[in-house]
């Protein structure tokens, strides 16, 4: 009797490794899979790091609220602050004493991450049980090359993307906690009254 268990425990066995190698997960299975499990996410705060093709660093903490809201307080630069509830952004320098507010068009919800990655041919180039790699072509798109690092549960790691000229700019995420305590207000930024104010600095040209 259980030698028979143990046999049909190999079969079963071999079937699903046999399954896993041939039907792995396509790139648009695992690129739905990875959107899923970020527009799903309520509350978050971590650790992010930024690095640019031209050798410049960032770091600090953040916290997230959907949909688009985002605190992130920089620790590099040393002080730095940059906020959005979703209709505005901010973002006001300490050291300078200016800030920056940006009037954030109606209707415009990014989606974040997952909204970024949309009409995006997909493919995976690496799995295992740590996670997947996930690379990302539109020759039409501002950076026409994105990559991917998920976990098993496909949570972003790391994200990479590529402009037309090969530069671009990286970010990492890293002490995640799904569950932090944050309060709406925190997203609603009130400038110094010392501070000198631009108003949509992105839209000069």
């Given at each position: 009797?259980?030698?028979?268990?143990?046999?049909?425990?190999?079969?079963?066995?071999?079937?699903?490794?046999?399954?896993?190698?041939?039907?792995?997960?396509?790139?648009?299975?695992a690129?739905?899979?990875?959107?899923?499990?970020?527009?799903?996410?309520?509350?978050?705060?971590?650790?992010?790091?930024?690095?640019?093709?031209?050798g410049?660093?960032?770091?600090?903490?953040?916290?997230?609220?959907a949909?688009?809201?985002?605190?992130?307080?920089?620790?590099?630069?040393?002080?730095?602050?940059?906020?959005?509830?979703?209709?505005k952004?901010?973002?006001?320098?300490?050291?300078?004493?200016?800030?920056?507010?940006?009037?954030?068009?109606?209707?415009?919800?990014?989606?974040?991450?997952?909204?970024?990655?949309?009409?995006?041919?997909?493919?995976?180039?690496?799995?295992?049980?740590?996670?997947?790699?996930?690379?990302?072509?539109?020759?039409?798109?501002?950076?026409?090359?994105?990559?991917?690092?998920?976990?098993?549960?496909?949570?972003?790691?790391?994200?990479?993307?590529?402009?037309?000229d090969?530069?671009?700019?990286?970010?990492t995420?890293?002490?995640?906690?799904?569950?932090?305590a944050?309060?709406?207000?925190?997203?609603?930024?009130?400038?110094?009254?010392?501070?000198?104010?631009?108003?949509?600095?992105?839209?000069?040209?």
């Amino acid at each position: 009797m259980k030698q028979r268990i143990a046999f049909a425990l190999a079969v079963a066995l071999m079937a699903v490794l046999s399954t896993t190698e041939l039907y792995p997960i396509t790139g648009d299975e695992a690129l739905a899979k990875f959107r899923g499990r970020m527009l799903g996410i309520g509350k978050l705060s971590g650790v992010i790091s930024w690095s640019t093709g031209s050798g410049q660093s960032l770091a600090g903490t953040f916290k997230y609220m959907a949909p688009d809201k985002i605190y992130v307080k920089f620790s590099n630069p040393s002080g730095k602050i940059l906020v959005s509830n979703g209709r505005k952004l901010w973002v006001y320098s300490p050291s300078s004493s200016i800030c920056g507010v940006q009037d954030l068009a109606a209707g415009s919800s990014s989606g974040g991450i997952a909204g970024m990655t949309a009409d995006y041919r997909a493919i995976v180039t690496s799995q295992s049980s740590d996670g997947y790699t996930i690379k990302l072509k539109n020759s039409d798109k501002a950076y026409p090359e994105i990559i991917l690092r998920v976990d098993s549960s496909f949570f972003l790691k790391r994200a990479i993307f590529k402009d037309k000229d090969g530069d671009g700019f990286s970010f990492t995420l890293s002490n995640v906690n799904f569950s932090p305590a944050v309060m709406p207000s925190l997203f609603n930024f009130n400038v110094p009254s010392n501070a000198q104010t631009v108003k949509n600095p992105l839209n000069i040209k």
